[in-house]
């Protein structure tokens, strides 16, 4: 009976698991370690993501489709990390320790194991969508939703010299060889006019360089960025709309203005303390004239 219970309980929990798997659309991890994940990859690229790093996802391709591995980042890694940053850059021998500590960082990385892996769904452009951009500009590709990324020049099969760009659409980059010369690309480039520049020609190059990034959805759709600045424009918009009920004569408790400020952005506490100080320094009108930008 014990053992008929167990096996039930085993049977739940690997449903468990790969419920949460198909829920994520995320599958079984495709290889062990970072390491090995790397070893796979065409471009041996292993990318950090969040801030500070919270994970390592690596890109690799078998047979035609594309897939994203991502190992989370632990103590250890955070300890060798810690003890890179902190080295004396003023030590005589700043460079030697400085070079192992970077390989001993990047040696335990490629150990980190492998939490999961997912398989990019979304589909390219197909070979008659991207012979439709041929003739169009960049500009209008990119009213059409392609990012421009990367260009410079490059020798075709033919060693003649051709202007490439590098185009996101989605989560593919592709490259694209826009119909000029280099005198033209050089001028479209004095005179931001690369815009004008048309499409001659245009392939896919594979999952966009920023495919480790988690806003990239493997079904294809794209998170746009988060605005670093977001938080640091309401308060100054919250001090800005203070500042004027204060010097239209209405009696404000700073302490417990900024108290909710920080419990609404705490990781601008040391910025809202900042503005107090200075609202306590100069007053209303001073700090007014602080935050209103010269004409």
């Not at 500042?243 to 910025?271: C, H, N, R, W």
Request: proline share 3%; glycine share 6%.
């Amino acid at each position: 009976m014990k053992k008929i219970i167990s096996l039930v309980m085993s049977l739940l929990m690997l449903c468990t698991v790969m419920g949460g798997f198909a829920e994520e659309g995320r599958i079984s991890p495709l290889y062990a370690t970072v390491g090995e994940a790397m070893d796979d990859s065409m471009e041996n690229r292993v990318i950090a993501g969040g801030v500070p790093e919270q994970y390592f996802a690596v890109v690799t391709q078998k047979d035609g489709k594309y897939y994203r591995s991502v190992a989370y980042c632990d103590e250890k890694l955070n300890e060798l990390n810690e003890a890179l940053n902190s080295l004396d850059y003023e030590a005589e021998d700043f460079f030697e320790k400085h070079e192992a500590a970077m390989q001993a960082v990047e040696d335990y990385m490629k150990t980190l194991p492998i939490a999961y892996s997912e398989e990019f769904t979304a589909a390219p452009l197909t070979d008659e969508e991207m012979e439709a951009t041929i003739g169009k500009t960049l500009s209008q590709l990119e009213e059409e939703g392609f990012e421009l990324g990367s260009n410079g020049t490059e020798s075709d099969e033919n060693d003649e010299l051709i202007i490439v760009y590098s185009l996101r659409y989605g989560v593919y980059d592709y490259f694209c060889e826009v119909d000029a010369d280099f005198d033209q690309y050089i001028e479209a480039q004095e005179n931001d006019t690369q815009g004008d520049l048309k499409v001659k020609g245009i392939k896919l190059a594979g999952i966009t360089e920023w495919g480790y990034d988690m806003r990239f959805h493997t079904d294809g759709t794209v998170d746009e960025p988060e605005d670093p600045f977001a938080d640091m424009v309401a308060i100054l918009a919250e001090f800005s709309a203070m500042l004027e009920k204060v010097m239209a004569g209405e009696e404000i408790d700073i302490v417990s203005f900024a108290d909710t400020l920080k419990a609404q952005y705490p990781d601008s506490a040391d910025m809202i303390d900042f503005y107090v100080m200075m609202y306590q320094s100069y007053g209303a009108e001073g700090l007014a004239s602080i935050l209103t930008p010269a004409e």
